[in-house]
């Protein structure tokens, strides 16, 4: 059974550029969720998304921003990139979402280097 | 604001001791996660506590929770140098997990 994938795994960008990172969840999961991780903050939960539906959001900036699509595939987006978004950015599946206690599985991460 | 405290968050064992790492939550939930994570890997799910005395084992790993004190444990039993990583909790809370800021094993011979 085919985990969450998560593209692209490493990327390089300007500040002031945009970015879209993608995430796969595992088959049949229809709960998506997005968090930064870095070595300051830690882990931070950024949106989930189920059916579709953004069902809650953390507190990131507007420039922070996602969608899931009828196959539960999901992309994040943020914009007018800055420094301090350099990050881990993962994304996790389960299938019904973390308020219905289910096991959430993490991908690997798309590593965000702003420069 | 949900708050999520682990200690210790660096500890250095040896190879066949025995020790615990406290994950602290500051408002009532009844979802805890304990995660593992091996440097520039992705996070592996442990554990998945439901219910106040709550008790889940695998290997050398046994974590349990207690929603009354707002307390998760994760004990390690006859530690080996595989399980040098850093441990995670998390706290559910609607839609989202709150992590606390990891703890970091090195298990040494």
């Known amino acids: 059974k085919a985990g969450v994938t998560q593209t692209p795994r490493y990327l390089i960008k300007t500040r002031g550029q945009q970015v879209t990172l993608s995430c796969s969840p595992i088959?049949?999961?229809?709960?998506v969720s997005w968090y930064q991780q870095t070595p300051g903050q830690g882990l931070q939960f950024l949106f989930e998304y189920f059916s579709e539906t953004q069902r809650n959001k953390g507190n990131f900036p507007g420039r922070f921003s996602g969608r899931q699509f009828s196959n539960s595939r999901s992309e994040m987006n943020v914009s007018t990139l800055e420094l301090g978004d350099s990050a881990l950015y993962l994304c996790?599946?389960?299938?019904?979402?973390?308020?219905?206690?289910?096991?959430?599985?993490f991908g690997e991460g798309s590593w965000l280097t702003v420069v | 604001e949900l708050k999520v405290e682990q200690n210790p968050l660096f500890l250095s064992m040896q190879e066949g001791k025995n020790y615990t790492i406290y994950c602290n939550y500051s408002?009532?939930?009844?979802?805890l996660y304990w995660y593992r994570q091996d440097p520039g890997k992705s996070l592996e799910s442990l554990f998945v506590?439901?219910?106040?005395?709550a008790v889940k084992q695998e290997g050398r790993l046994m974590a349990s929770l207690d929603t009354k004190a707002r307390l998760s444990t994760l004990h390690i039993t006859a530690a080996v140098h595989d399980l040098s990583a850093t441990y995670f909790c998390a706290v559910g809370a609607g839609y989202a997990l709150n992590f606390g800021k990891g703890t970091s094993l090195l298990v040494t011979p």
């Open positions: 088959s049949g999961h229809r709960s």
């Open positions: 996790a599946s389960s299938l019904k979402g973390a308020n219905a206690g289910n096991t959430i599985y």
């Open positions: 506590l439901l219910s106040n005395g």
């Open positions: 408002t009532t939930s009844d979802r």
